[in-house]
Nanobody
Framework: QVQLVESGGGLVQAGGSLRLSCAAS????????ISWHRQAPGKQRELVAL???????NYGVSVKGRFTISRDNAKNTVYLQMNSLKPEDTGVYYC????????WGQGTQVTVSS
Protein backbone atom coordinates (compact mmCIF):
# COMPACT_ATOMS: atom_id res chain seq x y z
CA GLN A 1 0.00 0.00 0.00
CA VAL A 2 1.32 3.40 -0.99
CA GLN A 3 1.32 6.01 1.78
CA LEU A 4 2.41 9.54 0.96
CA VAL A 5 1.83 12.61 3.13
CA GLU A 6 2.55 16.13 1.88
CA SER A 7 3.10 19.19 4.04
CA GLY A 8 4.48 22.71 3.81
CA GLY A 9 1.98 24.48 1.60
CA GLY A 10 0.66 27.94 2.36
CA LEU A 11 0.23 31.51 1.20
CA VAL A 12 3.28 33.45 0.05
CA GLN A 13 3.91 36.65 -1.87
CA ALA A 14 5.40 36.60 -5.34
CA GLY A 15 9.16 36.29 -5.15
CA GLY A 16 9.00 34.33 -1.92
CA SER A 17 9.91 30.75 -1.09
CA LEU A 18 8.29 27.63 0.31
CA ARG A 19 9.54 24.14 1.00
CA LEU A 20 7.19 21.20 0.56
CA SER A 21 7.76 17.81 2.15
CA CYS A 22 6.53 14.38 1.10
CA ALA A 23 6.87 11.60 3.65
CA ALA A 24 6.62 8.11 2.14
CA SER A 25 6.39 4.63 3.57
CA UNK A 26 9.77 2.95 3.72
CA UNK A 27 9.25 0.20 1.18
CA UNK A 28 7.93 2.64 -1.40
CA UNK A 29 10.56 5.27 -0.81
CA UNK A 30 13.67 3.18 -1.18
CA UNK A 31 12.82 1.54 -4.48
CA UNK A 32 10.84 4.13 -6.42
CA UNK A 33 11.12 7.52 -8.01
CA ILE A 34 9.16 10.22 -6.22
CA SER A 35 7.62 13.10 -8.13
CA TRP A 36 5.82 16.35 -7.46
CA HIS A 37 2.87 17.42 -9.57
CA ARG A 38 0.56 20.41 -9.38
CA GLN A 39 -2.94 21.23 -10.49
CA ALA A 40 -4.24 24.75 -10.90
CA PRO A 41 -7.98 25.44 -11.00
CA GLY A 42 -9.40 24.49 -14.37
CA LYS A 43 -6.12 23.00 -15.59
CA GLN A 44 -4.69 19.53 -15.97
CA ARG A 45 -2.29 18.14 -13.42
CA GLU A 46 1.30 18.67 -14.56
CA LEU A 47 4.67 17.26 -13.57
CA VAL A 48 6.80 19.69 -11.59
CA ALA A 49 9.83 17.62 -10.64
CA LEU A 50 10.98 14.02 -10.23
CA UNK A 51 13.81 12.37 -8.37
CA UNK A 52 14.81 8.77 -9.02
CA UNK A 53 15.72 6.26 -6.35
CA UNK A 54 19.34 6.92 -7.33
CA UNK A 55 19.01 10.70 -7.02
CA UNK A 56 18.73 11.76 -10.67
CA UNK A 57 16.37 14.70 -11.16
CA ASN A 58 14.10 16.12 -13.83
CA TYR A 59 12.10 19.35 -13.84
CA GLY A 60 9.21 20.87 -15.70
CA VAL A 61 10.22 23.67 -18.04
CA SER A 62 8.28 26.31 -16.10
CA VAL A 63 10.09 25.63 -12.80
CA LYS A 64 13.61 24.80 -13.96
CA GLY A 65 16.12 27.01 -12.19
CA ARG A 66 13.65 28.01 -9.47
CA PHE A 67 12.64 24.72 -7.85
CA THR A 68 14.89 22.02 -6.41
CA ILE A 69 13.84 18.47 -5.56
CA SER A 70 15.87 16.44 -3.08
CA ARG A 71 15.50 13.33 -0.96
CA ASP A 72 16.57 12.41 2.55
CA ASN A 73 16.84 8.63 2.61
CA ALA A 74 17.22 8.52 6.39
CA LYS A 75 13.85 10.24 6.81
CA ASN A 76 12.03 8.65 3.85
CA THR A 77 11.18 12.17 2.76
CA VAL A 78 11.37 14.10 -0.49
CA TYR A 79 11.51 17.88 -0.48
CA LEU A 80 10.59 20.49 -3.05
CA GLN A 81 12.31 23.81 -2.44
CA MET A 82 10.44 26.51 -4.35
CA ASN A 83 12.13 29.87 -4.82
CA SER A 84 11.19 32.99 -6.80
CA LEU A 85 7.56 31.95 -6.68
CA LYS A 86 5.12 33.41 -9.19
CA PRO A 87 1.32 33.69 -9.10
CA GLU A 88 1.16 31.06 -11.84
CA ASP A 89 2.75 28.57 -9.41
CA THR A 90 -0.52 28.58 -7.47
CA GLY A 91 -2.24 25.22 -7.21
CA VAL A 92 -2.55 22.01 -5.26
CA TYR A 93 0.76 20.19 -5.11
CA TYR A 94 0.75 16.39 -4.97
CA CYS A 95 3.56 13.93 -4.52
CA UNK A 96 3.46 10.56 -6.22
CA UNK A 97 5.46 7.36 -6.07
CA UNK A 98 6.72 5.28 -8.93
CA UNK A 99 6.94 5.38 -12.71
CA UNK A 100 4.25 4.54 -13.71
CA UNK A 101 2.60 6.13 -10.70
CA UNK A 102 1.61 3.71 -7.94
CA UNK A 103 -0.17 6.18 -5.71
CA TRP A 104 -0.72 9.81 -4.75
CA GLY A 105 -0.67 11.88 -1.62
CA GLN A 106 -3.64 13.99 -0.58
CA GLY A 107 -2.15 17.27 -1.81
CA THR A 108 -1.16 20.56 -0.22
CA GLN A 109 -2.34 23.99 -1.35
CA VAL A 110 0.19 26.59 -2.50
CA THR A 111 -1.08 30.11 -3.14
CA VAL A 112 1.19 32.84 -4.50
CA SER A 113 -0.19 36.34 -4.31
CA SER A 114 0.87 39.11 -6.68
Amino acid sequence: QVQLVESGGGLVQAGGSLRLSCAASGSIFSTNAISWHRQAPGKQRELVALISSGGSTNYGVSVKGRFTISRDNAKNTVYLQMNSLKPEDTGVYYCAAGVPILGWGQGTQVTVSS
